[in-house]
């Protein structure tokens, strides 16, 4: 029992995870296969509805982070989506690069790059809604602020 209280929360982030990487993939294969837009907006659109969707469960079903004002929305949703552009660039320049070199089909790079991609956003995840990684973050910010304040004759 304790196994299952202790990884809890990347247990609940695989399975949103999962359905956000569906909708990623299904958008992708829907405007770069059948309507034939350009890989990389292809990806980047895929990007933006997928996170839109990740952002609202992994907040509220993953780390159970509250919605308590506007304010804390958008604070918590700015600081998510400046840690998904670094997945966004590794996502489109792993699917440019991997499409052009390997001869596999699309999909099948594209189901490789959302696990790659879905292990970084978890830990980025977890630093933006745990609460309990804020107050260790804040910790060391009064460290150093300490340490600034401090004279060195």
């Known amino acids: 029992m304790n196994f299952l209280k202790k990884y809890r929360n990347f247990g609940v982030y695989c ?10 993939i299904g958008i992708f294969d829907l405007s770069h296969n059948y309507f034939h837009i350009t890989l ?3 990806n980047t659109l895929a990007w933006f509805i997928s996170n839109f969707f990740s ?3 992994t907040k509220l079903y993953v780390f ?6 506007f304010k804390k929305m958008f604070h918590e949703g700015i600081l998510f989506l400046v840690s998904r552009i670094f997945s966004l660039i590794f996502d489109d320049v792993f ?7 390997f001869p596999w089909n699309n999909l099948i ?22 609460y309990n990684n804020r107050r260790l973050l804040a910790r060391i910010r009064t460290i ?3 340490r600034k304040n401090r004279d060195w004759f």
């Open 15 to 24: 399975l949103f995870g999962f359905l956000a990487s569906l909708i990623n």
């Open 40 to 42: 990389w907006i292809a």
């Open 55 to 57: 952002f609202f469960v």
């Open 64 to 69: 159970k982070s509250e919605m308590e004002n």
């Open 95 to 101: 699917m440019i690069v991997a499409v052009f070199i």
């Open 109 to 130: 790079i594209k189901a490789i790059d959302q696990v790659i991609v879905g292990i970084f956003n978890y830990f980025s995840s977890k630093l933006i809604f745990n």
């Open 144 to 146: 150093r602020e300490k």
